[in-house]
């Protein structure tokens, strides 16, 4: 197959739905100078912004003054050059990768066809229509409001737009509790002519079927493109780096499909990265015609099988992901689109995200219902970094119009081709039908006069049927979450903890009403103790960005705290809650500059505290997926790194909690607590834990050598220990620790009070720099009395932090190793300080 890209020379012009027609798309002037260039990829509100039509809409409230965008019409257009000749044999095509959303398409003054998906491709054969020399190319993109506001409602409900369920785009366009309206138009996605012969391959299905210790079968699906009378054959190569596994001739008959399997030996399998190398093999597949190469495939797979137990051996419900035989607890994040203008995300921004998921030793992300599949790129990066994939369908928070006949059809052609773009990628571990839908149904029961949920055809019935033709390997879970009585109870499936920062009352039953503790204990991150799911796949809190990025969005007059300004970041619906967990953990803050560090250590410790108890509940908690890894623009929200990548608190005391070994403490009652290790790898975990009590100047009140001996996958209890028994008196003076005699894990602390309630001395940090090359330093951070959070902050956009947000014990020292690209990085300027520091 022969592409030649279509991405330049393309230009944009706004119309009035009132002064436009059908008839005027063929005669448009291409030199008429009113028409502004336009980058595809990309969309129309990056175009305005770089002629200064429109201001950033992230900066300030200049998203509400573009409102005015969403309601044009939206005409794109280009001229190509076309001088080859088509041969007999030949088609070619024009593919639109994605077109968001409403387009109509014309070649030459042909219509070509309509197109209402953004999720899947427009591709349509212009043998008939395509002609020498210059050929032009013109769409028109209808307004997402005016098509869809002429549709029917009635039966439905929804959430933050009813526009948004007729549309079949990104739902978090449309506003979400994170993120702005922002309802982008154009081409998102490549353009290309694709020249090939009339027979090709169409798709390819490779699944391992069965592993043993030596040898692992597996299976090939490959479907063509249109029957010939001539012979044909397919010849499969599957290759270990420069090394054949398997090759194989094959004559195609009359029965296409071809399905054939093979085994190999000693395969190298596919692992997440904490448990082992995601090896990939390279597949090739060719197709010959009279022994004419005509058309090649060739695609990364890999050996691994992959399922979710959802019963112990005892019959017990679980919940827990098998990899290989081994079973995984997850350690994860959501992941929502990396930017609001979703056609202008580029593959280095994808690749950096990832790669801080994988340094955040995250073996998981779950792309969330309400943005998009995925660009190929993420898929391959996840591939090649061994981290799993949950994925949504692109459906959330709302009914659907499954009554209406041209819905479910536009509906099931994007199941379909997802199904088959994503099936062969290893990294893929779980489809999901929705997020939240049916949880929220139950819960709107009470206020529903048609009970019916609308949309339950499409994840009950359409989607079965769909994997089950298509991908039967993998598991279909309807919802997330689901199980039980409640779609979100504890006795089984996947859970969203909002118990934790939306205050709700737990256990309830399906149709009761929700109850709302809004209250700093209601909806305090201790609650998370109460929490017996099988899978926490939601759960979070908020916390601000970096000063960095809110110089960056809000105007210097307002960037102080509880300015208007500040308040329009927070798009929560109940924007209290922030002050709300603070008030309860760390106190109200003052300024702005306590705001930041207020919030985030709330979240942090909130996370941190969750995390380990989720941990230690293993096996009967199979994993973790916070709420959520990114955002898709400037602002406060749940995220642990902000829009720019920059990390928050939580990144570090995530990553350090999802360590494959950690030790942590258990408060069991007022009066005791437990000291537990969850060790998450396949060795067995022997080592010699120091436990002490401390006063925060350093003085020790009780020293303990505890041996432990923990088997593989095993979260174990160690040891009780008694407040009175081991001297605490002063308990808002003093804290409890744990570290490995011989340096193997992460030391633990545990405060037997809130941080606004410790009566923390002033401290002082001894700070030294060491160069170690042109790209690398070494901070040695030294404290005389207990230092808490310690922040490295300063000009740290590309550098690579080992570790930042921390608690250093009295007369502790530790290393930070910065490293960057940068060879600039010995004249970095940076501030380390702790919150309780003597000066400020």
């Not at 009113?34 to 992230?58: C, N, R, T, Y």
């Not at 369920?165 to 982008?184: E, H, I, S, Y």
């Not at 929560?572 to 922030?578: C, E, F, L, V, W």
């Not at 436990?691 to 923990?710: A, I, K, R, S, T």
Request: glycine fraction near 6%; aromatic fraction near 14%; hydrophobic fraction near 35%.
């Amino acid at each position: 197959m022969k592409k030649t890209s279509l991405t330049s020379g393309w230009q944009l012009k706004g119309y009035d739905k009132d002064n436009i027609s059908e008839l005027k798309l063929k005669d448009f002037d291409m030199e008429d100078s009113m028409w502004i260039p336009v980058k595809v990829p990309g969309d129309v509100h990056s175009a305005l912004m770089q002629q200064g039509i429109i201001e950033d809409p992230f900066y300030s409230t200049n998203a509400e003054k573009c409102r005015w965008v969403e309601d044009k019409i939206w005409v794109y257009r280009t001229r190509f050059a076309f001088n080859e000749e088509i041969q007999n044999d030949e088609v070619i095509e024009l593919v639109f990768q994605g077109l968001d959303t409403f387009a109509t398409v014309y070649l030459n003054g042909q219509k070509l066809g309509i197109h209402s998906n953004m999720f899947i491709p427009f591709k349509v054969d212009i043998t008939p229509f395509i002609q020498y020399g210059i050929n032009e190319v013109l769409i028109s993109f209808d307004s997402v409001i005016t098509v869809t506001e002429r549709k029917d409602y009635s039966k439905m409900w929804f959430s933050y737009s009813r526009n948004r369920v007729w549309a079949r785009k990104a739902q978090m366009n449309f506003r979400w509790d994170w993120g702005p309206r922002l309802l982008t138009a154009g081409i998102w996605k490549e353009v290309e002519l694709q020249c090939h012969k009339k027979v090709s391959i169409d798709y390819s299905y490779f699944t391992t079927t069965h592993l043993s210790c030596d040898r692992a079968e597996v299976s090939l699906d490959i479907g063509l493109k249109q029957a010939s009378n001539k012979r044909l054959k397919v010849k499969i190569d599957m290759m270990e780096e420069e090394k054949s596994v398997y090759s194989q001739e094959i004559k195609v008959d009359e029965n296409n499909p071809i399905h054939m399997t093979f085994e190999v030996n000693h395969p190298k399998l596919w692992w997440t990265h904490d448990l082992g190398e995601p090896f990939l093999y390279d597949l090739r597949i060719e197709l010959f015609e009279e022994d004419r190469l005509i058309d090649t495939k060739v695609q990364k797979v890999g050996i691994r099988q992959l399922e979710i137990q959802q019963k112990d051996e005892a019959g017990n419900s679980r919940f827990m992901f098998v990899l290989n035989g081994v079973g995984v607890f997850v350690k994860g994040a959501n992941w929502v689109p990396a930017h609001s203008l979703i056609g202008t995300i580029d593959k280095k921004t994808y690749v950096d995200w990832i790669q801080l998921a994988k340094e955040g030793n995250m073996n998981m992300l779950r792309i969330w219902g309400g943005g998009i599949y995925e660009k190929e790129i993420f898929y391959e990066t996840c591939d090649a970094s061994g981290i799993l994939i949950w994925q949504d369908f692109m459906f959330t928070c709302s009914s659907y119009p499954d009554f209406d006949f041209e819905f479910m059809s536009n509906v099931k052609a994007e199941i379909r081709y997802i199904v088959k773009a994503l099936r062969n990628h290893p990294s893929l571990a779980i489809w999901c039908g929705n997020n939240e839908i049916q949880w929220l149904h139950g819960q709107k029961l009470p206020q529903l006069v048609d009970l019916r949920l609308y949309g339950e055809k499409i994840y009950h019935d359409l989607m079965p049927e769909i994997l089950q033709e298509l991908d039967p390997s993998r598991l279909y879970w309807p919802s997330s979450p689901f199980g039980g009585n409640d779609p979100n109870s504890d006795e089984q499936g996947d859970k969203h903890n909002w118990q934790v920062w939306a205050g709700q009352i737990y256990p309830r039953k399906y149709g009761e009403p929700v109850l709302v503790d809004n209250s700093p204990h209601g909806i305090s991150f201790k609650r998370f103790a109460e929490d017996m799911c099988k899978f926490a796949s939601e759960f979070g809190m908020h916390a601000l960005p970096v000063m960095e990025t809110l110089e960056a969005c809000i105007p210097k007059e307002d960037l102080y705290f509880d300015s208007f300004e500040m308040k329009y970041r927070n798009k929560d619906k109940r924007p209290d809650r922030g002050k709300l967990l603070m008030e309860g953990y760390t106190g109200l803050p003052h300024n702005l500059e306590e705001y930041i560090d207020f919030s985030m250590m709330a979240q942090a410790e909130g996370l941190k505290y969750g995390i380990e108890h989720y941990r230690r509940r293993w096996p009967e908690c199979g994993g973790s997926i916070i709420w959520q890894l990114n955002d898709c623009w400037p602002t406060m929200s749940w995220s642990i790194a902000d829009f720019f990548g920059r990390p928050k608190a939580g990144y570090y005391y995530t990553k350090r909690v999802y360590k494959p070994i950690i030790i942590s403490f258990k408060e069991e009652t007022l009066d005791y607590f437990s000291l537990w290790v969850s060790n998450d790898t396949c060795e067995i975990y022997e080592d010699t834990l120091i436990v002490g009590l401390q006063d925060f100047f350093g003085h020790n009140e009780y020293y303990e050598e505890v041996p432990v001996y923990v088997k593989p996958k095993q979260s174990l209890k160690i040891k009780v220990f008694f407040k009175n028994r081991i001297n605490v008196t002063y308990a808002n003076f003093e804290f409890m620790y744990v570290k490995s005699l011989e340096g193997k894990v992460d030391q633990n602390i545990l405060f037997f009070y809130d941080y606004k309630d410790l009566n923390l001395p002033p401290c002082t940090l001894d700070v030294r720099k060491e160069v170690l090359s042109e790209q690398e330093i070494k901070l040695k951070i030294k404290t005389d009395c207990f230092a808490k959070f310690v922040k490295i902050a300063g000009d740290l956009d590309g550098i690579k932090l080992s570790d930042n947000y921390f608690d250093l014990m009295p007369n502790e020292e530790k290393e930070i190793l910065l490293w960057t690209q940068n060879p600039k990085i010995v004249d970095l300027k940076i501030t380390v300080q702790a919150i309780n520091n003597r000066t400020k």
